[in-house]
């Protein structure tokens, strides 16, 4: 049986040092939810937030099998603690389980250049508008399929704008890119950056990337940040950050 967990503290142990600050949200009841083979002495544990679950512990069947009766999502980007949890999630799900690389980027306090982060944002081409998250950009992300990460966790504006930062650009107002929060933590935010088809390769990302960094270092928050890919790593690097390593993932289709 597959119990879930209120007391994040549970958790702490099984998780261990892993420096995610999605598991953070979890274990603080910020965001996300965990669940376990047992409800007080866990073995094992799921924390699961947005797109992502993470696994860790000993490896349990059935709790890699688990879905959440409130998930309606079929893809997760399941993480596995180390290869025995990868052996059973590639057991339990076999062609459905894509095998991928992630890339960590280091959590580093007092990294980031504010003269080269507001050059960035001073350099913005003309005819494109920068701003912060109000709720009419909150209503134009959730309109777009491209854009919808960039608010997903978030059931309202309010919300968001309680747990969340955004900066965007816009060209006649319409939303071309962004970097928003996917998740919210204390202490921090994980960074959703991305910018429309067609207005890709013109630095915009690298503008609204440095607009949220800056707008969280006024408020004292720390802006992780975790790449899908190698391009994510480049601009990361770019805004100040560094890598630290890569990992694997599975995506999931039909979970």
């Known amino acids: 049986m597959i119990y879930k967990l209120d007391n994040g503290s549970l958790a702490e142990n099984l998780f261990g040092d892993w420096q995610e600050s999605l598991l953070w949200s979890c274990m603080q009841g910020v965001m996300g939810e965990l669940y376990a083979d047992h409800p007080e002495k866990p073995g094992a544990v799921m924390a ?19 879905k959440p009766q409130w998930r309606e999502k079929d893809f997760v980007i399941m993480v596995p603690q180390n290869e025995e949890w990868g052996s059973l999630i590639e057991e339990c799900y076999g062609e459905k389980a894509k095998k991928v690389s992630r890339y960590a980027i280091k959590k580093e306090q007092g990294i ?97 990337g440095a607009r949220l960094i800056l707008e969280c270092l006024d408020r004292d928050l720390y802006p992780n940040w975790d790449a899908q890919n190698l391009w994510s790593v480049a601009l990361a690097e770019k805004l100040g950050y560094h890598y630290s390593h890569t990992y694997t993932a599975y995506e999931i289709r039909g979970f």
């Open 48 to 66: 699961i937030l947005g797109d992502f679950a993470y696994y860790a512990g000993k490896p349990e069947r059935e709790l890699v099998l688990y």
């Open 112 to 208: 980031f250049d504010r003269a080269h982060l507001e050059q960035v944002v001073s350099g913005l081409a003309e005819g494109f508008e920068l701003r912060l998250m109000d709720e009419d950009i909150f209503k134009k992300c959730e309109a777009g399929d491209w854009s919808r990460d960039f608010t997903a966790q978030f059931r309202d504006f309010e919300t968001f704008q309680r747990l969340g930062l955004g900066a965007f650009v816009l060209k006649e107002g319409e939303l071309v890119s962004g970097a928003s929060t996917y998740s919210s933590y204390h202490g921090g935010i994980e960074i959703e950056i991305g910018t429309k088809q067609p207005f890709r390769r013109r630095g915009l990302a690298y503008v609204c």
